[in-house]
């Protein structure tokens, strides 16, 4: 069975209560059950983490290739923006990675147009609110495939 690294980023712990115009209406805990349903339908696997904290999402990424994971969906949040340390572990992983986010970054604040993460991800999705992650998700498979 594939497994997935399914990676939340800083404040997403949020969600349901932060902005919800912005990120929408769904607790992180609903989330990741539509997350783990979709990709049990699939046949995949999931390892859902989240913090707030650079070091901890770092480190989760450079564990998973001897944890047995061969794909990464990581939403950086904040991060995707600043962290060029989050940006080369990922790299370093050796796995593909596709970038998710709730919104569309393009649409919102110029800061927010530049993401330090995406050059090193096969692809980004955002825009699509939760469906982000589960496009990424129909995703992983094609992508192992490849």
Do not use: W
């Not at 990464?72 to 572990?89: C, E, F, K, Q, W």
């Not at 370093?92 to 530049?114: C, D, Q, T, W």
């Amino acid at each position: 069975m594939t497994q997935v690294l399914v990676v939340h980023g800083p404040n997403l712990n949020l969600l349901g209560s932060r902005e919800p115009e912005i990120y929408g209406k769904l607790t992180l805990e609903q989330v990741n059950q539509k997350i783990t349903e979709l990709a049990g339908q699939l046949g995949l696997a999931t390892h859902i983490k989240q913090s707030n904290h650079e070091g901890e999402l770092i480190e989760y990424i450079q564990q998973a290739p001897s944890n047995n994971i061969q794909a990464i969906i990581i939403n950086p949040g904040g991060y995707t923006h600043t962290s060029v340390a989050l940006r080369d572990a990922i790299c370093g992983s050796g796995l593909p990675a596709i970038e998710v986010h709730l919104s569309n970054i393009y649409k919102r604040e110029e800061f927010r147009h530049r993401s330090l993460t995406s050059a090193v991800a096969v692809g980004q999705i955002c825009g699509f609110g939760v469906d982000s992650y589960l496009l990424a998700l129909r995703a992983v498979p094609q992508l192992i495939k490849a």
